[in-house]
């Protein structure tokens, strides 16, 4: 297929900043709200991610006249491509070998498609700058063919892998003590799993080749992708604060945060309005947009849970169906979508699966937190929450009614001392701007490259 074919875009026919990203609406998210925040200092972009993700960026681009620009760029693959039988979840969210799944069934196959619509929008929409996400594997490759400044992106602390900082790895969490031993330990570590990146990386090695690119000797995959003059860590350093170690030109800005208000249904958000108002401050159970495909024991058992402690409680269940429990109680609420930044902060406890964005929100609405991390960056989140004192965590296999009622009735005791870590978390993470941030250091870099 050809790059023109590939590529469908909509917005303007020019912009000055390419995001280019893969994933889910967490994956998305957070480009947008940089996008927004480069809109109000007069610099154009637009999005290239699967074509799924376009009502979601014209909703954000607007009605109000300034459309024009953010523009979105349908780049393959589309999740349609990739997961046809619909199956693809359990894959992707196992903890052992969904990274594996991910890059040897996801991102490969289609890297030469992926590479000629980025490329072919670079060119079209003349930018000057290209900002990747982790699993936007080509997008330096053709910031490097077209000569264009190059940013790359952490969206969670674990992607970085510090060895004075160290992240919980998922399939083997028990390697998180070794930090007690010193940063040497975590330093061997890493070198054995760079053997394995080294593998999961050829495939992307003889692509680069192919096109005329030598990658660097003795750099993994993942350090492949980063960025000489620019990455930016888009979370909070109060859940990691910055490491000497970090990947030099790094800067911590604070989450980037953006909830789609108008993905609300007007019934389902009346409805919701009205629950809010009618009572006690409900527990809030979501597992985002991804693990709520393969999460439904979650659900059941945060329900029933939060029944047990005498809490009313919403479900944000996204496409999938509420629990039979729900059906006809007053004190459920069972909703697809609700924008967290009305919601969290009128619920007394949040129980979610940890991944980064979902986290940032219930952090910044002072909430204490029930963490059910399944699989990749979604452990780490979850034990860095935990060293905050704002929440607690289980296993998304040790889940069960009496336990979610124990946690929830656990966070809400006051002598825990979880309120009180989920406020003074919340205290330090209100003053963070992250998308503003990201596009100040953006712009600079555009304002450097003339």
Not at 72 to 79: A, G, Q
Not at 132 to 153: D, F, I
Not at 283 to 312: D, F, K, N
Not at 341 to 367: D, E, F, N, P, W
């Amino acid at each position: 297929m050809s790059d023109a074919r590939e590529r469908q875009s909509a917005g303007p026919d020019r912009f000055d900043v390419l995001f280019c990203t893969f994933g889910s609406r967490g994956d998305v998210h957070p480009y947008i709200a940089v996008a927004l925040a480069l809109r109000e200092i007069g610099i154009t972009s637009a999005i290239a991610t699967g074509k799924e993700h376009e009502t979601t960026v014209r909703r954000a681009a607007g009605p109000d006249g300034r459309a024009g620009v953010i523009g979105f760029v349908s780049v393959p693959p589309s999740r349609e491509e990739f997961d046809r039988d619909g199956g693809m979840m359990e894959r992707v969210l196992d903890p052992v070998r969904g990274a594996e799944f991910i890059f040897g069934q996801i991102v490969c196959p289609f890297l030469e498609r992926t590479h000629g619509a980025t490329l072919a929008a670079a060119r079209a929409g003349g930018c000057r700058l290209i900002v990747g996400h982790p699993l936007a594997v080509t997008a330096p490759m053709v910031a490097e063919q077209l000569g264009l400044a190059y940013v790359y992106t952490f969206l969670q602390p674990m992607s970085i892998f510090s060895a004075t900082d160290p992240p919980v790895i998922p399939a083997a969490p028990w390697l998180h003590g070794l930090r007690r031993l010193g940063p040497w330990a975590h330093r061997a570590l890493y070198r054995l799993m760079a053997r394995r990146l080294r593998t999961l990386g050829e495939p992307i090695e003889r692509f680069a080749r192919g096109l005329g690119l030598e990658p660097e000797p003795g750099r993994t995959l993942l350090q492949r992708l980063e960025s000489k003059v620019l990455n930016i860590a888009m979370f909070s350093p109060v859940v990691a604060p910055p490491q000497s170690d970090w990947p030099a030109n790094t800067r911590a800005v604070g989450a980037c945060l953006w909830d789609d208000p108008g993905a609300e249904d007007a019934a389902e958000s009346a409805a919701l309005e009205a629950f809010l108002r009618s009572g006690e401050k409900p527990v809030v159970v979501t597992l985002g947009s991804a693990a709520v495909e393969i999460g439904q024991h979650v659900y059941e058992h945060a329900l029933e849970g939060a029944l047990r402690a005498g809490r009313r409680c919403v479900l944000l269940t996204g496409p999938m169906d509420a629990p039979l429990a729900a059906r006809g109680r007053s004190d459920v609420l069972a909703v697809r979508y609700g924008a967290f930044s009305r919601i969290l902060h009128a619920s007394c406890v949040v129980v979610h699966s940890c991944g980064a964005g979902t986290m940032a929100q219930v952090m910044r609405a002072g909430v204490p937190q029930v963490c059910v991390p399944f699989a990749h960056d979604q452990p780490d989140n979850a034990m860095r929450v935990r060293r905050l004192r704002a929440g607690v965590m289980m296993g998304r296999s040790a889940t069960s009614a009496e336990r979610m009622r124990r946690a929830i009735e656990r966070v809400l005791d006051d002598g825990e001392g979880f309120i009180a870590g989920a406020r003074a978390a919340a205290e330090r993470v209100r003053g963070e701007n992250g998308a503003r941030a990201a596009a100040g250091l953006i712009r600079d870099v555009l304002a450097r490259r003339g």
